[in-house]
């Protein structure tokens, strides 16, 4: 089945910016949607970004306009680029697969990564 390895979590300083990378280790192409959660401490997971096999993407308003994620088939790899980072982005994130993404709204998919941390604070 699908097994899912995360990186590129770290620390940085608010304004600043980290790719995550979330590779698959086999074909994610009968995958509906793939996507990015995160789970700040003391917090519930929420969804950050969801991204379809066509491409289609959907984000939590609270990061629109800063984070992108993108996918390559070709490596089986999906990304999210955060910019413009902040500390309530403090979370560890991780990547899910195996979900449906109907418009804007995506269902959370059976297969998780092993979560990265990602930590703003100055």
């Known amino acids: 089945q699908v097994q899912l390895v995360e990186s590129g979590g770290g620390l940085v300083q608010p304004g600043g910016s980290l790719r995550l990378s979330c590779a698959a280790s086999g074909s994610i192409s009968s995958i509906a949607g793939m996507g990015w959660y995160r789970q700040p401490p003391g917090k519930q997971r929420e969804l950050v970004a969801a991204i379809s096999t066509g491409g289609t993407t959907t984000y939590a308003n609270s990061v629109k306009g800063r984070f992108t994620i993108s996918r390559d088939n070709a490596k089986n790899t999906i990304y999210l680029q955060m910019n413009s980072l902040k500390p309530e982005d403090t979370a560890v994130h991780y990547c899910?697969?195996?979900?449906?993404?109907?418009?804007?709204?995506?269902?959370?998919?059976?297969?998780w990564g092993q979560g990265t941390q990602v930590t703003v604070s100055s």
């Open positions: 899910n697969a195996g979900g449906s993404l109907y418009a804007t709204r995506y269902i959370t998919g059976r297969y």
